[in-house]
Protein backbone atom coordinates (compact mmCIF):
# COMPACT_ATOMS: atom_id res chain seq x y z
CA UNK A 1 0.00 0.00 0.00
CA UNK A 2 1.57 2.92 -1.01
CA UNK A 3 1.30 6.21 0.95
CA UNK A 4 1.47 10.25 0.58
CA UNK A 5 2.64 11.19 4.33
CA UNK A 6 5.63 12.45 4.63
CA UNK A 7 8.35 9.82 6.35
CA UNK A 8 9.45 10.86 9.77
CA UNK A 9 12.50 12.86 10.61
CA UNK A 10 14.91 10.03 11.90
CA UNK A 11 15.67 9.51 15.58
CA UNK A 12 13.08 12.38 16.36
CA UNK A 13 13.12 12.03 20.40
CA UNK A 14 9.76 11.28 22.00
CA UNK A 15 8.07 13.98 23.01
CA UNK A 16 7.65 13.12 27.21
CA UNK A 17 4.58 13.58 28.42
CA UNK A 18 4.36 12.60 32.30
CA UNK A 19 7.34 13.91 34.83
CA UNK A 20 9.02 10.78 35.33
CA UNK A 21 11.60 10.41 37.88
CA UNK A 22 15.38 11.72 37.11
CA UNK A 23 17.44 15.18 37.00
CA UNK A 24 16.44 17.12 33.69
CA UNK A 25 18.83 20.14 34.57
CA UNK A 26 22.25 19.61 32.86
CA UNK A 27 24.50 21.81 34.67
CA UNK A 28 27.67 20.00 33.88
CA UNK A 29 29.86 17.74 31.78
CA UNK A 30 30.84 14.70 31.84
CA UNK A 31 27.51 14.15 34.06
CA UNK A 32 28.80 13.64 37.76
CA UNK A 33 28.59 9.76 37.91
CA UNK A 34 31.30 9.70 35.60
CA UNK A 35 33.53 11.81 38.34
CA UNK A 36 35.81 8.96 40.55
CA UNK A 37 37.13 8.67 43.94
CA UNK A 38 40.07 6.81 42.27
CA UNK A 39 40.85 10.53 40.20
CA UNK A 40 41.04 12.41 43.39
CA UNK A 41 45.01 12.82 42.85
CA UNK A 42 44.44 14.85 39.55
CA UNK A 43 42.75 17.83 41.62
CA UNK A 44 45.65 18.58 43.61
CA UNK A 45 48.08 18.29 40.59
CA UNK A 46 45.86 21.01 39.17
CA UNK A 47 46.14 23.18 42.27
CA UNK A 48 49.80 22.88 42.01
CA UNK A 49 49.89 24.17 38.52
CA UNK A 50 49.74 28.09 37.65
CA UNK A 51 47.01 29.61 36.14
CA UNK A 52 46.37 29.36 32.24
CA UNK A 53 46.65 33.37 31.19
CA UNK A 54 43.90 35.50 32.12
CA UNK A 55 41.52 32.40 33.54
CA UNK A 56 39.18 34.46 36.29
CA UNK A 57 38.69 33.04 39.44
CA UNK A 58 35.39 32.75 40.96
CA UNK A 59 34.51 31.48 44.44
CA UNK A 60 31.29 29.36 45.62
CA UNK A 61 30.57 28.91 49.02
CA UNK A 62 27.89 26.25 50.03
CA UNK A 63 25.62 26.71 53.19
CA UNK A 64 23.65 23.36 53.30
CA UNK A 65 20.69 24.77 56.34
CA UNK A 66 17.43 25.10 55.67
CA UNK A 67 14.53 25.49 57.96
CA UNK A 68 12.24 23.26 56.75
CA UNK A 69 13.07 20.38 53.87
CA UNK A 70 11.42 20.92 50.50
CA UNK A 71 9.19 18.08 49.12
CA UNK A 72 11.19 18.80 45.39
CA UNK A 73 14.10 19.10 46.96
CA UNK A 74 17.54 16.67 45.98
CA UNK A 75 19.82 18.28 47.83
CA UNK A 76 21.91 17.58 51.04
CA UNK A 77 20.51 19.60 53.56
CA UNK A 78 20.49 20.09 57.32
CA UNK A 79 17.77 21.30 59.23
CA UNK A 80 18.34 20.21 62.73
CA UNK A 81 21.94 22.24 63.17
CA UNK A 82 22.67 24.00 66.38
CA UNK A 83 24.36 27.24 66.13
CA UNK A 84 27.47 25.02 67.41
CA UNK A 85 27.14 23.53 64.48
CA UNK A 86 26.72 25.91 62.14
CA UNK A 87 30.04 27.86 64.20
CA UNK A 88 32.24 24.34 63.27
CA UNK A 89 30.88 24.35 59.73
CA UNK A 90 31.76 27.84 59.08
CA UNK A 91 35.19 27.66 60.29
CA UNK A 92 36.11 24.41 58.32
CA UNK A 93 35.07 26.29 54.86
CA UNK A 94 37.07 28.77 56.59
CA UNK A 95 40.15 26.39 57.18
CA UNK A 96 39.26 24.82 53.46
CA UNK A 97 39.00 28.02 51.75
CA UNK A 98 42.91 29.08 53.76
CA UNK A 99 44.36 25.51 52.05
CA UNK A 100 43.34 26.55 48.78
CA UNK A 101 44.32 30.62 49.15
CA UNK A 102 47.78 28.49 49.28
CA UNK A 103 48.05 26.63 46.36
CA UNK A 104 49.77 27.55 42.92
CA UNK A 105 46.80 27.57 41.31
CA UNK A 106 45.56 31.26 42.33
CA UNK A 107 48.56 32.47 41.19
CA UNK A 108 48.20 35.99 42.78
CA UNK A 109 44.70 35.91 41.22
CA UNK A 110 41.38 37.78 42.82
CA UNK A 111 38.19 36.20 42.73
CA UNK A 112 36.14 38.12 39.88
CA UNK A 113 32.77 36.57 41.52
CA UNK A 114 31.51 35.18 44.52
CA UNK A 115 28.39 33.11 44.80
CA UNK A 116 26.69 31.92 47.84
CA UNK A 117 24.35 28.97 47.63
CA UNK A 118 22.71 25.98 49.60
CA UNK A 119 20.54 25.15 50.82
CA UNK A 120 19.81 28.71 52.74
CA UNK A 121 22.41 31.03 53.18
CA UNK A 122 20.04 33.43 54.69
CA UNK A 123 20.06 30.73 57.60
CA UNK A 124 23.07 32.02 59.03
CA UNK A 125 22.74 35.00 61.96
CA UNK A 126 24.34 38.66 61.05
CA UNK A 127 26.96 37.61 63.59
CA UNK A 128 27.88 34.44 61.75
CA UNK A 129 27.53 36.32 58.14
CA UNK A 130 30.27 38.93 59.41
CA UNK A 131 32.58 36.07 60.63
CA UNK A 132 32.04 34.00 57.11
CA UNK A 133 32.87 36.99 54.85
CA UNK A 134 35.39 38.91 56.68
CA UNK A 135 37.17 35.44 56.57
CA UNK A 136 36.94 34.96 53.08
CA UNK A 137 37.65 38.35 52.39
CA UNK A 138 41.42 38.24 54.75
CA UNK A 139 42.32 35.17 52.45
CA UNK A 140 41.01 36.21 48.91
CA UNK A 141 40.43 39.91 48.90
CA UNK A 142 37.13 41.43 47.00
CA UNK A 143 38.60 44.49 46.01
CA UNK A 144 38.13 42.94 42.55
CA UNK A 145 34.85 41.40 42.70
CA UNK A 146 32.09 42.14 39.96
CA UNK A 147 29.18 40.46 41.53
CA UNK A 148 28.50 38.25 44.91
CA UNK A 149 25.13 36.51 45.04
CA UNK A 150 23.28 35.28 47.65
CA UNK A 151 20.57 32.86 48.03
CA UNK A 152 17.59 33.56 50.36
CA UNK A 153 14.78 32.13 51.54
CA UNK A 154 11.95 34.94 51.84
CA UNK A 155 10.92 33.67 55.70
CA UNK A 156 14.39 33.71 56.91
CA UNK A 157 14.62 37.64 56.20
CA UNK A 158 14.42 40.54 58.63
CA UNK A 159 15.41 43.90 57.78
CA UNK A 160 18.30 43.49 60.10
CA UNK A 161 19.46 40.65 57.89
CA UNK A 162 18.76 41.97 54.60
CA UNK A 163 21.13 45.27 56.15
CA UNK A 164 24.05 42.92 56.98
CA UNK A 165 23.55 40.99 53.73
CA UNK A 166 24.15 43.99 51.85
CA UNK A 167 27.04 45.66 53.91
CA UNK A 168 28.99 42.53 53.63
CA UNK A 169 28.95 43.23 49.81
CA UNK A 170 26.21 41.12 48.06
CA UNK A 171 25.51 42.64 44.54
CA UNK A 172 22.48 40.04 43.83
CA UNK A 173 20.20 39.08 46.24
CA UNK A 174 18.21 36.08 44.66
CA UNK A 175 15.08 35.37 46.58
CA UNK A 176 13.50 31.50 46.39
CA UNK A 177 9.67 33.11 46.15
CA UNK A 178 9.12 29.74 43.66
CA UNK A 179 5.16 30.20 44.18
CA UNK A 180 2.99 33.15 45.95
CA UNK A 181 0.12 31.11 46.94
CA UNK A 182 0.17 29.63 50.67
CA UNK A 183 -1.44 26.65 49.84
CA UNK A 184 0.97 25.60 47.34
CA UNK A 185 4.01 26.71 49.44
CA UNK A 186 2.51 24.45 52.15
CA UNK A 187 1.81 21.45 49.97
CA UNK A 188 4.98 21.69 48.62
CA UNK A 189 7.02 21.79 51.85
CA UNK A 190 8.18 24.93 51.60
CA UNK A 191 9.13 27.43 54.73
CA UNK A 192 8.00 30.66 53.48
CA UNK A 193 4.50 32.04 53.01
CA UNK A 194 3.38 34.93 50.79
CA UNK A 195 3.16 37.59 53.25
CA UNK A 196 7.06 37.03 54.08
CA UNK A 197 7.91 37.39 49.97
CA UNK A 198 6.32 40.72 50.75
CA UNK A 199 8.10 41.91 53.40
CA UNK A 200 11.75 40.95 52.09
CA UNK A 201 10.96 41.84 49.03
CA UNK A 202 10.00 45.50 50.46
CA UNK A 203 12.66 45.76 52.72
CA UNK A 204 15.56 44.90 49.82
CA UNK A 205 14.22 47.44 47.60
CA UNK A 206 14.18 50.00 50.60
CA UNK A 207 18.15 49.11 51.12
CA UNK A 208 18.69 49.15 47.85
CA UNK A 209 20.50 46.22 46.33
CA UNK A 210 22.23 46.11 43.06
CA UNK A 211 19.97 43.36 41.51
CA UNK A 212 17.17 41.52 43.39
CA UNK A 213 16.07 38.15 41.53
CA UNK A 214 13.21 36.06 41.94
CA UNK A 215 13.13 32.61 41.37
CA UNK A 216 9.90 31.02 40.17
CA UNK A 217 8.79 26.42 39.93
CA UNK A 218 6.67 25.94 36.78
CA UNK A 219 4.23 23.21 37.67
CA UNK A 220 4.94 22.59 41.70
CA UNK A 221 2.70 20.51 43.04
CA UNK A 222 -1.25 21.52 42.72
CA UNK A 223 -0.35 24.16 40.18
CA UNK A 224 -3.34 25.14 37.93
CA UNK A 225 -3.05 27.32 35.08
CA UNK A 226 -5.06 30.01 37.09
CA UNK A 227 -2.50 29.96 40.10
CA UNK A 228 0.76 29.79 37.43
CA UNK A 229 -0.66 33.05 35.89
CA UNK A 230 -1.75 35.00 39.10
CA UNK A 231 2.03 34.17 40.02
CA UNK A 232 3.64 35.76 36.61
CA UNK A 233 1.51 38.70 37.14
CA UNK A 234 2.43 39.15 40.40
CA UNK A 235 6.16 38.47 39.96
CA UNK A 236 5.51 41.31 37.01
CA UNK A 237 4.13 43.90 39.57
CA UNK A 238 7.14 43.43 41.50
CA UNK A 239 9.34 44.31 39.25
CA UNK A 240 12.57 42.59 40.25
CA UNK A 241 16.08 43.31 38.18
CA UNK A 242 15.61 39.19 36.78
CA UNK A 243 13.05 36.34 36.77
CA UNK A 244 14.28 32.78 36.85
CA UNK A 245 12.12 30.05 36.18
CA UNK A 246 12.78 26.24 36.72
CA UNK A 247 10.57 23.28 35.09
CA UNK A 248 9.82 21.15 37.89
CA UNK A 249 11.76 17.91 38.16
CA UNK A 250 11.38 15.19 40.51
CA UNK A 251 15.48 13.86 41.06
CA UNK A 252 16.13 10.46 43.03
CA UNK A 253 16.05 11.29 46.48
CA UNK A 254 13.17 13.86 47.01
CA UNK A 255 9.74 13.35 49.00
CA UNK A 256 7.73 13.34 45.98
CA UNK A 257 10.13 9.96 44.78
CA UNK A 258 9.53 8.31 47.89
CA UNK A 259 5.96 8.65 47.76
CA UNK A 260 5.78 7.96 44.24
CA UNK A 261 7.79 4.64 45.08
CA UNK A 262 5.63 3.59 47.77
CA UNK A 263 2.56 4.24 45.95
CA UNK A 264 4.02 2.34 42.91
CA UNK A 265 3.45 5.19 40.74
CA UNK A 266 5.68 5.76 37.96
CA UNK A 267 4.46 9.57 37.09
CA UNK A 268 5.05 12.53 39.48
CA UNK A 269 1.74 13.78 40.43
CA UNK A 270 2.48 17.40 38.97
CA UNK A 271 2.17 18.85 35.64
CA UNK A 272 3.00 17.30 32.34
CA UNK A 273 6.47 18.64 30.25
CA UNK A 274 4.52 20.25 27.89
CA UNK A 275 2.20 21.88 30.26
CA UNK A 276 5.11 23.36 32.21
CA UNK A 277 7.20 24.32 28.88
CA UNK A 278 3.39 26.10 27.83
CA UNK A 279 3.71 27.71 31.27
CA UNK A 280 7.15 29.24 30.80
CA UNK A 281 6.72 30.51 27.57
CA UNK A 282 3.56 32.07 28.79
CA UNK A 283 5.63 33.49 31.08
CA UNK A 284 8.75 34.89 28.81
CA UNK A 285 5.89 36.29 26.83
CA UNK A 286 3.82 38.14 29.24
CA UNK A 287 7.01 39.79 30.78
CA UNK A 288 8.78 40.66 27.20
CA UNK A 289 5.11 42.30 27.14
CA UNK A 290 6.67 44.23 30.18
CA UNK A 291 10.14 45.07 29.12
CA UNK A 292 11.78 41.92 29.60
CA UNK A 293 14.19 40.51 27.39
CA UNK A 294 15.07 36.47 27.94
CA UNK A 295 18.87 36.45 28.17
CA UNK A 296 18.86 32.40 28.62
CA UNK A 297 16.61 29.14 28.88
CA UNK A 298 15.77 29.66 32.29
CA UNK A 299 16.41 33.92 32.90
CA UNK A 300 14.45 37.35 31.46
CA UNK A 301 15.77 40.46 32.71
CA UNK A 302 14.82 44.40 33.40
CA UNK A 303 17.41 45.73 31.54
CA UNK A 304 20.13 43.49 29.68
CA UNK A 305 22.45 46.29 28.89
CA UNK A 306 22.68 46.93 32.87
CA UNK A 307 21.94 43.27 34.51
CA UNK A 308 24.64 40.60 33.90
CA UNK A 309 25.12 36.84 34.99
CA UNK A 310 28.94 36.99 35.80
CA UNK A 311 29.16 33.39 37.74
CA UNK A 312 26.97 32.02 34.77
CA UNK A 313 28.68 33.58 31.73
CA UNK A 314 32.27 33.10 33.34
CA UNK A 315 31.24 29.54 34.44
CA UNK A 316 30.07 28.60 31.20
CA UNK A 317 33.14 30.36 29.98
CA UNK A 318 35.28 27.59 31.51
CA UNK A 319 36.32 29.92 34.28
CA UNK A 320 37.58 28.28 37.46
CA UNK A 321 35.37 27.69 40.44
CA UNK A 322 37.07 27.36 43.65
CA UNK A 323 34.20 25.88 45.85
CA UNK A 324 33.74 25.03 49.51
CA UNK A 325 31.40 23.26 51.57
CA UNK A 326 29.68 20.20 52.04
CA UNK A 327 29.12 18.45 48.84
CA UNK A 328 29.96 21.47 46.64
CA UNK A 329 31.52 21.43 42.70
CA UNK A 330 34.08 23.33 41.68
CA UNK A 331 36.61 23.28 39.19
CA UNK A 332 40.15 24.07 39.09
CA UNK A 333 42.83 24.51 36.04
CA UNK A 334 40.72 21.75 33.85
CA UNK A 335 39.75 19.29 36.56
CA UNK A 336 36.40 19.04 38.03
CA UNK A 337 35.65 17.74 41.93
CA UNK A 338 33.00 17.37 44.46
CA UNK A 339 33.51 17.16 47.97
CA UNK A 340 32.58 14.68 50.70
CA UNK A 341 28.72 14.68 50.48
CA UNK A 342 28.25 14.38 54.58
CA UNK A 343 28.43 16.81 57.43
CA UNK A 344 30.55 14.97 60.07
CA UNK A 345 33.62 13.92 57.86
CA UNK A 346 33.41 17.11 55.89
CA UNK A 347 34.66 18.43 59.27
CA UNK A 348 36.79 15.92 60.20
CA UNK A 349 38.96 16.01 57.35
CA UNK A 350 39.74 19.26 57.41
CA UNK A 351 40.43 19.63 60.80
CA UNK A 352 42.78 17.18 60.17
CA UNK A 353 44.60 19.70 57.64
CA UNK A 354 43.52 17.95 54.41
CA UNK A 355 41.01 18.49 51.59
CA UNK A 356 37.48 16.90 51.64
CA UNK A 357 37.79 15.91 48.22
CA UNK A 358 35.68 12.71 46.81
CA UNK A 359 35.82 12.59 43.69
CA UNK A 360 36.96 14.37 40.21
CA UNK A 361 37.14 14.15 36.65
CA UNK A 362 39.34 15.59 33.90
CA UNK A 363 37.80 16.15 31.06
CA UNK A 364 39.67 15.71 27.57
CA UNK A 365 40.14 18.70 25.41
CA UNK A 366 37.20 17.39 23.44
CA UNK A 367 34.41 16.52 26.44
CA UNK A 368 35.89 21.02 27.84
CA UNK A 369 34.47 21.66 24.17
CA UNK A 370 31.53 19.66 24.57
CA UNK A 371 31.00 21.50 28.42
CA UNK A 372 31.03 24.86 26.97
CA UNK A 373 29.13 24.37 24.17
CA UNK A 374 26.10 22.60 25.97
CA UNK A 375 26.35 24.92 28.31
CA UNK A 376 26.71 28.19 26.27
CA UNK A 377 23.42 26.84 24.01
CA UNK A 378 21.39 27.66 26.97
CA UNK A 379 22.08 31.08 26.11
CA UNK A 380 20.23 30.95 23.16
CA UNK A 381 22.91 31.54 20.88
CA UNK A 382 26.43 30.63 20.57
CA UNK A 383 29.14 32.10 18.33
CA UNK A 384 31.42 29.47 16.36
CA UNK A 385 33.99 31.60 15.77
CA UNK A 386 34.48 31.63 19.65
CA UNK A 387 34.84 28.01 19.46
CA UNK A 388 37.37 27.87 16.55
CA UNK A 389 39.43 30.08 18.38
CA UNK A 390 39.41 28.56 21.80
CA UNK A 391 39.82 25.07 21.00
CA UNK A 392 40.92 24.95 17.34
CA UNK A 393 37.67 23.14 16.28
CA UNK A 394 34.96 24.68 14.32
CA UNK A 395 31.49 23.05 16.19
CA UNK A 396 30.15 23.37 13.03
CA UNK A 397 31.97 20.38 11.62
CA UNK A 398 32.82 18.67 15.11
CA UNK A 399 28.38 18.33 16.13
CA UNK A 400 27.35 18.69 12.10
CA UNK A 401 25.41 15.76 13.04
CA UNK A 402 23.47 16.64 16.10
CA UNK A 403 22.95 20.31 14.71
CA UNK A 404 21.19 19.00 11.74
CA UNK A 405 19.27 16.50 13.95
CA UNK A 406 17.82 19.50 16.28
CA UNK A 407 17.77 21.54 12.80
CA UNK A 408 15.95 18.99 11.45
CA UNK A 409 13.25 18.62 14.67
CA UNK A 410 12.93 22.50 13.90
CA UNK A 411 14.72 23.93 17.16
CA UNK A 412 18.12 25.42 15.78
CA UNK A 413 19.56 27.72 12.68
CA UNK A 414 23.16 28.12 12.10
CA UNK A 415 23.53 31.62 10.65
CA UNK A 416 26.43 33.08 9.78
CA UNK A 417 28.66 33.22 12.95
CA UNK A 418 25.52 31.93 15.15
CA UNK A 419 23.93 28.97 16.44
CA UNK A 420 20.49 29.73 17.33
CA UNK A 421 18.13 27.65 19.19
CA UNK A 422 14.61 29.07 19.08
CA UNK A 423 12.33 30.01 21.81
CA UNK A 424 10.86 26.16 21.59
CA UNK A 425 13.96 24.85 21.52
CA UNK A 426 15.16 27.06 24.40
CA UNK A 427 11.89 25.92 26.37
CA UNK A 428 13.54 22.32 26.48
CA UNK A 429 17.04 22.89 25.72
CA UNK A 430 18.40 20.40 28.70
CA UNK A 431 16.86 17.69 26.84
CA UNK A 432 18.17 18.32 23.57
CA UNK A 433 21.47 19.27 24.83
CA UNK A 434 22.01 15.38 25.50
CA UNK A 435 22.45 14.99 21.91
CA UNK A 436 25.82 16.78 21.65
CA UNK A 437 26.92 13.94 24.72
CA UNK A 438 29.32 10.97 23.99
CA UNK A 439 27.84 7.65 23.16
CA UNK A 440 29.20 6.67 27.01
CA UNK A 441 27.74 9.74 28.82
CA UNK A 442 24.02 9.10 27.05
CA UNK A 443 21.54 8.10 28.86
CA UNK A 444 23.87 8.57 32.27
CA UNK A 445 22.10 8.86 35.54
CA UNK A 446 23.06 12.51 36.47
CA UNK A 447 23.61 12.74 39.57
S1 LIG B 1 15.09 25.83 50.47
FE1 LIG B 1 16.14 25.02 48.63
S2 LIG B 1 17.85 23.82 49.43
FE2 LIG B 1 16.42 24.17 51.16
S3 LIG B 1 15.13 22.37 51.20
FE3 LIG B 1 14.08 23.88 49.93
S4 LIG B 1 14.77 23.49 47.81
FE4 LIG B 1 16.15 22.41 49.21
Known sequence: ???????????????????????????????????????????STAMDRAP??????GVYCHIPFCRKRCHFCYFRVYTDKDSSAIKSYLDAMLSELEIY????????????????????????????????????????????????????????????????????????LSLGVEN???????????????????RAYGFAKEIGFEQINIDLIAGMLEETEANWQACVSKAIEMGPDSITIYQMEVPYNTTIYKRMKQEGKLAAPVADWETKRRWTDYAYNELEKNGYTVTSAYTAVKDSSRVTFEYRDQLWAGADLLSVGVASFGHIGGTHYQN????????????????????????????????????????????????????????????????????????????????????????????????????????????
Open 1 to 43: MSTTAEPPVPNKPPLESQTTVGNYFVSNYPPFSFWKKEDVHEI
Open 52 to 57: KNDTPL
Open 180 to 198: FDDHILEINGRAHRGGEID
Open 340 to 447: HHDFDPYIEQLNEGSLPIYRALTPSDDERLIREFILQLKLGSVSLKYFTEKFGTNPAERFAEPLQRISDWGFLQIEGDSVNINREGLLQVDRLLHEFFLPEHRNARYA
Open 101 to 172: SKKPFIGGRKPSFVYFGGGTPSYLSSSQLHHLTEGMKSLLPWDEIKEVTFECEPGTLTEQKLRTIHEIGVTR
